[in-house]
């Protein structure tokens, strides 16, 4: 049996007459990759968003490595080791593409007035451990991207913006990744290329003793076929099926949610 | 400086140095124009010089350059500032002026850190100046401290006050928090007006600047000729200045800019990497007002006196739109636009009376067609002339 990162209790998000999340009982395993599915508007984002602190839940608890994280603010939840992308990418363009990854390390670096301002020469040191850092992300993705670390955001593609915000998410070292449909909008070969760059990256990490665990929200079900060591469907707000792929997709309830949604 | 050596082999020091002494000629041909039409000619003489300057890929070169030598840049700046006062020596307007444009920049590089840089909006930059002029209006009357150490102490009052300002800025967003500095400002005026120990509507007096025994006051005599008092300020004023600037510059090539930068961009993010939100934007706010009051000081003891008139919503419209010409986050961009918002209807009698409308003219106009200013603002560098990029 192995350990539990991530786990959701009773877990209940009300927005006004809509229940996005009903009593959900979700369990994330350490080191593996889960897949979150469901229909549109299921309750996937919803998800992601309580559990990162960025909505407040009604009902239910999260605990995250044995600690209770609930209602907890989300830079707390950042501190504590998770992060994530969004489904809209949330980058800040006219910053630089090194600027945006090294925010995502944000409790590594010395925000002090006079370290800042005056301790010119350790800033740099700093600086200089970070650039190498996003250096070596990127470079896992695509080399070419690490040639436009300087580059504003504004200037990349799509593709491109979804690595480097999967790049801010890494660069910290978290234990737990949530990548909201990292590859919605891009092509099927650019589906595949980034998925590949996913598992490598991580492969990386984990050789390096930063093994990462990751809940993956996808439409695209060859995608959680391939990447995925088990899955959660989500219908309403609630948990209709678990298990690998070959199991949920076989479901017959899951079927019907499909089915009943489009 | 080696590590400047290694990339600075293709673009050479000249155009910089160039573009420093243009614009030093042209302001001090600006502050001596006696006539209407000299000014004119002077004001449009610059439109056109800039169009040319584009035209053949000078302001281009001239960028480069500057991005190539910032150290020359800085020092080149305050070399052209000295010169250009030096040969003002007697001439007490010029002199003011250029002292006030000096204050306002300082003020304006800390409501460049404030919206600039975290997004906090700040309607009430002439009320925390003011607040900086009364504090040293009492100070120096009253008590014996050295007044070196009320600049400090008026950069702090007024910090301490905006911090009143904090909760509801940080509670309210955008248009809201506008609205409430504006309110700040209006009200700081009328509790002044009716405030008799401050001296009610006619304000108060300020003894003239004295560091150990030097009086700032008095004019210099050196051998047969006399110097204006208003060098003293001037100096003290360019010292200011010259060091807010290096600060704001190395805020903004730091984690803390970054930081500030990601906050106004975008809360939500920002939020989810850990970034403590509340804390960079009562940084900005406290830094910002505290440069207020420390310039307010010194101009208060340098007109030697304050009034609540002095501090309108219009002055603080002022502020903001030297930043917004300038160009909103580029530290180089404010010490033009204040030259140009403050000298201009100065000289020109007949737009002065037009001159809140021109500003609100102008920055319709800048916001319509160059949003980013005249100097827009370059992406980060943290180490400029470094191997890094
Ligand atoms: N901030 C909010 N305010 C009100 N309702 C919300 C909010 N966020 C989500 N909802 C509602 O909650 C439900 C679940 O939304 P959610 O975004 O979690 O779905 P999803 O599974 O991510 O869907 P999709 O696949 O389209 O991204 C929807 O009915 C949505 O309208
Ligand atoms: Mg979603």
């Known amino acids: ?262 | 400086m080696s590590m400047q050596n290694s990339n600075s082999s293709a673009a050479p020091s000249w155009p910089l140095l160039t573009g420093v002494s243009v614009v030093g000629v042209y302001a001090h041909f600006l502050l001596h124009a006696e006539s209407q039409i000299a000014v004119l000619g002077l004001a449009v003489g610059a439109i056109l010089l800039l169009i040319a300057f584009s035209r053949f890929g000078w302001t281009a070169r001239v960028a480069t350059s500057a991005a190539t030598y910032p150290k020359l840049l800085g020092a080149g700046a305050v070399a052209a500032v000295v010169l250009v006062a030096a040969v003002s020596y007697e001439m007490h307007f010029a002199l003011l002026m250029l002292t006030t444009v000096l204050l306002y920049s300082t003020v304006c590089l800390g409501l460049n850190i404030q919206f600039g840089y975290s997004g906090v909006v700040n309607f009430a930059g002439a009320a925390f100046f003011g607040i900086g002029s009364y504090t040293a209006a009492v100070l120096a009357s009253h008590s014996p401290l050295p007044h070196l150490l009320i600049v400090a102490l008026a950069g702090l009052v007024a910090a301490l006050l905006g911090s009143l300002l904090i909760l509801p800025v940080l509670r309210t967003r955008g248009h809201y928090a506008a609205l409430i500095t504006i309110a700040f400002g209006i009200l700081f005026k009328t509790f002044l007006e009716v405030n008799d120990a401050l001296g009610g509507p006619q304000g108060l007096k300020i003894p003239g600047m004295e560091i150990l025994g030097w009086k700032f006051n008095d004019n210099i005599a050196i051998g047969d000729h006399e110097l204006s008092f208003y060098l003293n300020y001037l100096v003290l004023s360019l010292a200011l200045c010259a060091v807010t600037f290096v600060l704001v510059r190395r805020l903004e090539r730091s984690w803390m800019g970054l930081s500030m930068d990601v906050v106004r961009l975008d809360e939500t993010a920002a939020a989810t990497f850990g970034v403590d939100i509340a804390r960079w934007k009562i940084t900005a706010f406290t830094l910002g007002n505290g440069l207020a009051g420390m310039a307010g000081a010194i101009y208060g003891m340098m007109t030697g006196f304050v009034a609540p008139n002095n501090f309108t919503f219009g002055d603080s419209l002022i502020l903001v739109s030297i930043v917004i010409l300038g160009g909103i986050g580029n530290p180089w961009g404010i010490l033009p636009a204040a030259a140009i918002v403050l000298i201009l209807p100065e000289k020109l009698q007949f737009i002065q009376e037009y001159r809140f409308l021109l500003y609100a003219l102008l920055v319709i106009l800048i916001l319509l067609f160059r949003p980013d200013g005249l100097l827009p603002r370059k992406i980060r560098n943290y180490f400029p002339g470094d191997a890094g990029r």
Do not use: W
């Open chain 1, 1 to 262: 049996m192995s350990t539990i990162l991530l786990e959701a209790r009773g877990l209940t998000m009300r927005f006004g007459g809509v229940t996005a999340l009903d009593a959900l009982n979700l369990a994330v395993h350490k080191d593996e990759v889960l897949g979150l599915i469901g229909p549109n508007g299921s309750g996937k984002t919803t998800f992601f968003n309580v559990v990162t602190g960025l909505y407040a839940a009604s009902a239910g608890s999260v605990d995250f490595e044995g600690r209770e994280i609930t209602r907890r603010a989300a830079q707390e939840i950042y501190r504590a080791g998770i992060t994530r992308t969004f489904q809209r990418s949330r980058l800040c363009l006219p910053l630089t593409v090194f600027d945006n990854i090294a925010i995502g390390n944000y409790q590594h670096l010395q925000h002090g007035l006079l370290f800042n301002l005056f301790r010119r020469q350790a800033l740099k040191r700093q600086y200089q451990e970070n650039l190498e850092e996003a250096c070596r992300l990127l470079a896992t993705f695509n080399d070419k991207l690490v040639d436009r670390l300087f580059d504003p955001v504004s200037a990349l593609t799509m593709i491109d913006r979804r690595r480097v915000e999967i790049c801010r998410a890494l660069i910290s070292r978290p234990r737990l990744l949530l990548l909201d449909e990292p590859s919605a909008g891009m092509t099927h070969d650019e589906t595949h290329e980034l998925m590949s760059d996913i598992l490598q990256v991580r492969q990386r990490l984990r050789e390096a003793g930063n093994s990462v665990t990751i809940v993956i929200i996808e439409h695209e079900m060859n995608v959680i076929d391939r990447v995925t060591d088990r899955c959660v469907v989500l219908n309403y707000g609630e948990k209709i099926a678990e298990g690998t792929y070959a199991q949920i997709a076989a479901d017959a309830e899951v079927q019907r949610a499909y089915l009943g949604s489009d």
